[in-house]
């Protein structure tokens, strides 16, 4: 056993980005969002004076910025989304004996990480996809991932909203520790823009898609310079309706539009800023100090990329006025929130440069609520 309770030598090897090839800045959202609100409000002039009908309010690049520092994000299809006569991605369904779209951004993804930890698919054993919203109930994305790549193994999805990447790589850790895996790919393909409002000025820039994947095995298999040794794992869980998506099947059944008022996803922002930031550093920083060690001693925080605002509060009640871009990196500018994803593309694009014995945190957090977190030591292979 490690120092800090957890079986020696669990390591992350490899991590893998894969970015879609198409991205949308905020002025061309905003245009499409003003187009459709000024055609809405024309329409419904009548309705609107007399009170009837609330007209659809404007937005501005610069709002959104200031909102959330989001500045771009990246999309599987952009044309659907900036049509004010649609307002929606327009992706074509595929036939079931065709690669699903989000197991194809998840294979991409899974490729580069085993790419990056030197490792072939015959060295896995088992697939994890953890992604806020799923294509389908079943079969499950990562069994068909895993069909793809020709792993002998298991495979299953899991969904805890923005926190599903860190809890699926909590659940890697406990299948190596129990030995019921040796090594594990942990994928989360986040295909968010299809349950967007783009017509609701106050979230349709939020989100973007992407696909994430990481390697999890045990230090003397694998087959790097370097790796990042997981210390240990915390999560938590508390329910709160203040993000939330009611997109389900069973609308059928009730007779109402799945696509409705209130289906999509949709949150009440204020409350989840006071709520979450306190409750997020609060999670952190017990982590670090039942592992021995203070926030100040944490090289890097990759933390959830989800509002910058909520980033620079969580990071300045960690590490006081330490702060700096190179101690909590922020990708959201360029990605917006991406979900689960947010934090490991932080990871990905932020680690190779710390030298061996640094100690890192990834953490994310969102809609539950639930806040996932691994704490990290880079150590020589």
């Not at 991205?23 to 003003?34: D, K, P």
């Not at 129990?178 to 989100?207: C, M, N």
Request: hydrophobic share 40%; proline share 5%; net charge negative.
């Amino acid at each position: 056993m490690s120092e800090y309770g957890l079986p020696k030598g669990i390591v992350i090897s490899g991590t893998g980005l894969w970015i879609p090839p198409e991205s949308i800045s905020n002025e061309e959202l905003v245009a499409a969002l003003n187009a459709h609100a000024e055609k809405f409000n024309r329409e419904h002039a009548d309705a609107i004076e007399s009170g009837e009908v609330q007209a659809k309010p404007y937005s501005s690049a610069e709002f959104i910025e200031k909102a959330s520092g989001i500045k771009s994000r990246y999309v599987i299809s952009k044309e659907g989304i900036l049509d004010p006569e649609r307002m929606r991605p327009y992706l074509p369904e595929r036939a079931d004996d065709e690669l699903c779209l989000q197991a194809e951004m998840g294979l991409n993804a899974a490729r580069l990480a085993l790419e990056k930890a030197n490792k072939k698919p015959e060295d896995i054993d088992a697939v994890i996809v953890g992604a806020s919203y799923l294509q389908r109930s079943y079969p499950a994305i990562a069994i068909e991932i895993q069909g793809a790549l020709g792993i002998d193994g298991f495979a299953f999805d899991m969904e805890v909203a923005c926190s599903s990447a860190t809890f699926a790589l909590q659940r890697a850790v406990d299948a190596i520790s129990s030995g019921s895996a040796k090594s594990v790919l942990v994928i989360s393909p986040e295909l968010a823009s299809p349950q967007v409002d783009y017509t609701d000025r106050d979230s349709h820039f939020i989100f973007g898609d992407v696909a994430v994947a990481s390697v999890v095995e045990r230090r003397e298999t694998a087959n790097t310079d370097t790796a990042w040794e997981i210390l240990g794992t915390k999560a938590k869980t508390l329910f709160s309706n203040n993000i939330r998506s009611n997109f389900s099947y069973t609308a059928r059944a009730a007779d109402v539009d799945p696509f409705g008022p209130g289906k999509l996803f949709r949150q009440n922002g204020r409350k989840v800023f006071k709520e979450v930031c306190p409750m997020a550093a609060a999670h952190l920083e017990s982590q670090v100090q039942e592992l021995g060690m203070a926030p100040s001693e944490i090289n890097r925080w990759w933390l959830h990329q989800a509002n910058i605002n909520m980033n620079q509060l969580i990071a300045k009640k960690l590490m006081g006025n330490d702060v700096t871009p190179e101690r909590a990196p922020v990708v959201l500018d360029e990605f917006a929130n991406t979900a689960c994803a947010g934090s490991i593309i932080a990871f990905n694009r932020h680690n190779d440069d710390l030298p061996v014995g640094s100690r890192g945190v990834i953490c994310s957090f969102g809609a539950g609520y639930s806040i996932g977190s691994l704490a990290l030591e880079k150590v020589t292979i």
